[in-house]
């Protein structure tokens, strides 16, 4: 089973795809998400969106501002600045 992911600001969309995991940071700590997590929305802080692709690749996309919505294994970071997609 799959996340689907989406980071997206009012530049445009940054990254979208499908993901094993996704750690995401919040004004009050990081967010570790999975298959399966029970729906939420949450405010995000300044760091590393962190994430595993199906194809085995790690991402990060350094955003600060905004919020998460994780729904039905659909992630959604709607992030009020985004640094562009860099590979780890």
Do not use: Y
């Amino acid at each position: 089973m799959a996340l689907h992911v989406e980071v997206v600001s009012p530049a445009g969309e940054a990254w979208t795809g499908e993901a094993t995991q996704v750690s995401v940071p919040l004004i009050n700590g990081e967010l570790g998400v999975l298959p399966g997590r029970q729906p939420l929305v949450a405010v995000l802080g300044t760091g590393s969106v962190r994430l595993s692709s199906v194809d085995g690749e790690m991402h990060r996309i350094e955003v600060s501002g905004g919020f998460c919505s994780v729904d039905h294994d659909a992630i959604t970071i709607a992030a009020d600045h985004v640094k562009q997609d860099a590979e780890v």
